[in-house]
């Protein structure tokens, strides 16, 4: 069991799904279903259209909005792209950079995922960095490699200062949308490499407070066991976060009260 001093946080990813109407009940239902009295952190990604809607919604509760990418440059001909500036006027405090469907689908680099980083802490804005292997990756014993080579990109040129802030979520690729989820043990040994890494960067005392999220497959099922992990710090969940009632279940995970 876990006897940090950090905070957990449980983010909702809700990628390309929900209208405004639809992702504004669904932030409304989990507003309501919310323990008055939790401690740790709650963030909902809707997709950008949905921004200002769930923004409202949450307006006066404890849960955190945070897109789900955000540009790296503040204004100007980049069809497409929204600033950082633009999701902070949408009422975000966050930004998911680095998801693996952005660098599956959209071609996204460690460089890129750099500047998106430096671009968000420069706003303000958190960073909700995203790392991960693919199964042929795990599968050839590249994951260590992996791992350490998108923390190193991501982090480039960033002082510990500014990285205070960053919060990293560790997503096998093969886990996410699969139903596959790593066993605690695969992922609380992934969750120590990265820890070692962040170490290795910036110092222990920075590897100590860096909050490390789990994502993939994360459900109502799982989540206690994972949060039982002394260094999983919380989760970032995509499909189960599209259902109020086991979403509910994932935050408000047992494991809390030992915390
Ligand atoms: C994700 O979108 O980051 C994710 C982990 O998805 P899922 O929970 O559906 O695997």
Redesign the pocket.
Known sequence: MASNKRTPMIAG?W?MHLTSKEAADLAAAMKKGLDPDLKHEVLLAPTFTALHAVNAVLAGSKIFLSSQDVAWEEKGAFTGAVAPSQIKDAGCTHAIIG?S?RRKIFLETDEVINKKMKAAIKANIVPVL?IGETLEERESQKTYRVLETQLVGAFAGISAAEAAKVVI?Y?PVW????GKTATPDQAQDAHTFVRKQMERIYGKGYADAVRILY????KAENIDELMAQPDIDGA??????LKADKFLRVIHFQAALSR
């Open positions: 990813n990628k998801h469907e995203c979520a997503e886990a996410i949308g699969t994502g993939g497959s994360v970032l969940v995509g499909g189960e976060s």
